[in-house]
C-alpha cells in the first residue's frame, strides 16, 4: 500500500512539474498574448505570425474613410522601410469595403502592393470582430513566437524599439 502511495505521489509531481514548464499562451490583443491567426483575406493569403526568421512583424489595421488611421499607415509603413525588412515586416489590412476605394487609396499613398491587404467584407469581416476594431483601428507589434509585444505603436515608438535591439 506505501508503494502505490509514494508511486502516485511521485507520478503527480512529475506531472506537475512537466505541466509547470510549459509557457501556454492564448490568444489575445494585449501585449503578452499569442496575435490571433488571420485565416484569409479574400487572396488566398493565410497569416501565421510565427516565423525563424526573427523579425518582427507590425499588423496595422486602416481605411481610406477614417483619415488618422490612413496618416498613420502612410508614416508606419515609411518608418518600416528605413528600418529595414530584415528586422521587421509589415501587413497593412485595409477594412475599406469596396475594393476600387483601397486599390485608388494605395496608389493615390504611393504605397506597395506586397504590404497592403484589403479585407473584402470591412466591418462585417470575421477579422473586425476577432481584432475588436469597432473601438477603433489599432496596430500590433508581433515578434517572432506570434507574441503581441505592443499594441498602438507610432512610429517613434517603432525607431526607438528597434534600436534597443
Request: glycine residues 4%; proline residues 2%; charged residues 25%.
Amino acid at each position: 500500500m506505501k508503494v502505490k502511495t509514494y508511486v502516485l505521489v511521485g507520478a503527480a509531481v512529475l506531472l506537475n512539474m512537466s505541466a509547470a514548464s510549459k509557457d501556454v499562451r492564448s490568444e489575445g490583443l494585449s501585449p503578452g498574448d499569442l496575435a490571433p491567426r488571420i485565416e484569409s483575406l479574400g487572396n488566398e493569403r493565410n497569416f501565421n505570425f510565427q516565423n525563424h526568421s526573427n523579425r518582427y512583424t507590425l499588423l496595422n489595421f486602416w481605411a481610406a474613410y477614417d483619415a488618422e488611421s490612413r496618416v498613420r499607415n502612410i508614416r508606419l509603413v515609411n518608418e518600416v522601410e528605413r528600418l529595414g525588412v530584415d528586422r521587421i515586416a509589415m501587413c497593412s489590412i485595409s477594412m475599406d469595403e469596396s475594393h476600387s476605394i483601397f486599390s485608388e487609396t494605395v496608389r493615390i499613398d504611393n504605397l506597395s502592393q506586397t504590404t497592403q491587404f484589403h479585407a473584402e467584407a470591412g466591418k462585417s469581416s470575421k477579422l473586425y470582430r476577432q481584432y475588436n476594431l469597432k473601438k477603433g483601428f489599432n496596430n500590433f507589434l508581433i515578434d517572432e513566437a506570434g507574441v503581441i509585444v505592443a499594441k498602438n505603436v507610432t512610429p517613434e515608438d517603432l525607431k526607438q524599439m528597434m534600436s534597443k535591439e
